[in-house]
């Protein structure tokens, strides 16, 4: 063979080698033999608190317990989340997802109140959905823009947000479910204003109470969180997203652990223990999603 055509096999070969994700990711069986199940959290709204506990935290904790293994909570953060799971970094690049450099596995699985995004569904496995969501607009409540006039319809609704987000300053957070080429914010005129990679998703609002925007991109359940924080300080303009899902993330070569946690959220969602870890953390959010959380809603 030509040393050129050596040349390119390797060549070829190594490139094949670099779109595969790197292994460690650990099973069911790993996780058993090992005595321990390590839950990757990224503090966010009352799914992580950050101080311990939170609403995905005792949901875990729970799904340990079943395992019959020790709980471990290993905190991350956006930018380093996926490597921490799979052992390869990623972020979005269009509607695909781009992966990065390799790192060492740091957890098992990932509950933060994830939003289970196409692009993401490419570097991890999805659960079943664990909790309802979508994005809104929220504003501050000196500004004019106001809130929009339900229609009865989500496609109409969020025409109308976006229809008067021409030259509004709107916050934004990339690789995220607040990144705002995810629901073409682009061509609604609006200042987007993206923030640092450090920037944790709760710290959206009081950036905007700091007057660094008017507005800014949040989800459902932080918005939930936020109103009950800062009463009277902001307001919901309205909606940018059609309804999303949460859910906890797994590698894809933990097939084993993603299926019993499956069996175990289907268990706890009948008995209605779920449903009562919710209360605890969002009470009102059953006033917004009572179809998502009703027991016989389970399957």
């Not at 950050?50 to 471990?72: M, S, T």
């Not at 607040?178 to 629901?183: I, K, Q, R």
């Not at 609006?190 to 710290?203: C, F, H, M, S």
């Amino acid at each position: 063979m030509r040393k050129t055509n050596i040349i390119n096999l390797l060549l070829m070969l190594f490139g094949i080698v670099l779109l595969v994700p790197a292994g460690n990711a650990r099973d069911l069986q790993d996780i058993r033999k090992e005595g321990v199940l390590r839950h990757l959290a990224i503090p966010y709204a009352n799914f992580y608190t950050g101080r311990g506990d939170g609403l995905d935290v005792e949901l875990i904790q729970g799904f340990a317990r079943e395992l019959g293994v020790r709980y471990e909570l290993v905190e991350t953060d956006w930018q380093h989340v996926f490597g921490d799971l799979t052992g390869r970094h990623a972020k979005r690049n269009g509607k695909n997802a781009q992966l990065l450099g390799t790192t060492p596995v740091r957890g098992d699985l990932v509950a933060n109140g994830m939003t289970m995004l196409a692009w993401r569904s490419q570097v991890v496995d999805f659960s079943d959905p664990t909790f309802p969501s979508g994005v809104w607009l929220v504003a501050r409540a000196d500004s004019d823009l106001s809130p929009i006039t339900p229609a009865n319809d989500l496609a109409e609704d969020i025409r109308q947000v976006k229809a008067a987000l021409a030259g509004r300053t709107v916050l934004a957070l990339l690789n995220t479910c607040l990144d705002p080429g995810l629901y073409q914010m682009e061509a609604t005129g609006a200042d987007i204003r993206l923030q640092p990679k450090g920037r944790k998703l709760n710290e959206m609002v009081p950036a905007i109470l700091n007057k660094d925007a008017e507005s800014t991109l949040l989800d459902v359940p932080d918005a939930l969180i936020a109103m009950e924080r800062w009463p009277g300080q902001i307001k919901v303009v309205g909606p940018v997203s059609g309804q999303q899902r949460m859910a906890v993330a797994f590698a894809k070569d933990s097939p084993e652990l993603r299926a019993a946690f499956n069996v175990y959220l289907q268990r706890i969602r009948r008995d209605g223990t779920y449903n009562q870890l919710v209360k605890k953390y969002y009470p009102g959010v059953f006033r917004y999603f009572p179809g998502f959380f009703a027991q016989t809603d389970v399957h």
